[in-house]
């Protein structure tokens, strides 16, 4: 048994965000979520959305690596982003800051709330 290994890291963010029409565009968030995780050499191998009537959006992007998921409140300017990569194959615990910063970024949000678990 390796005592050094760990399985992963976990990122919940409960984000501020002042412009509400990227609360409520799901396909641009998903075209935007897809080149990040083609660049930080990652894989999909499902999606599932769902856009609510008159507002906000949901998605699951399920990874080889673990997931991204993502619930947005428009009427809020809020958002709730979950970011976790496994460490299987190789130590992905930095990937997950860097999508966190990136997603933080695009959204160009305000954190309420940060909470890291390394598992």
């Known amino acids: 048994m390796n005592d050094k290994y760990t399985p992963g890291r976990h990122l919940l963010l409960t984000l501020q965000v002042e412009d509400v029409l990227l609360l409520t565009s ?3 968030f998903l075209e ?7 660049v930080n050499h990652l894989n999909i ?3 599932s959305t769902h856009t609510f009537q008159g507002g906000g959006f949901t998605a ?6 673990s ?16 970011i976790y990569l496994c460490n299987y194959l190789k130590d992905n615990s930095d990937k ?16 309420i709330n940060e909470t ?3 598992r």
Not at 96 to 111: C, E, H, M, P, T
Request: with cysteine; net charge negative.
């Open 116 to 118: 890291v678990v390394d």
């Open 32 to 38: 935007f979520t897809k080149d990040q995780i083609k």
């Open 26 to 28: 799901l396909d641009p």
């Open 67 to 82: 997931h991204i998921c993502i619930h947005t409140w428009p009427e809020f300017g809020q958002l709730t982003l979950d």
């Open 60 to 65: 699951a992007i399920c990874l080889m690596e």
């Open 45 to 47: 191998v499902g999606t």
């Open 96 to 111: 997950v800051f860097r999508l966190g910063s990136l997603f933080k970024d695009y959204f160009n949000a305000i954190v």
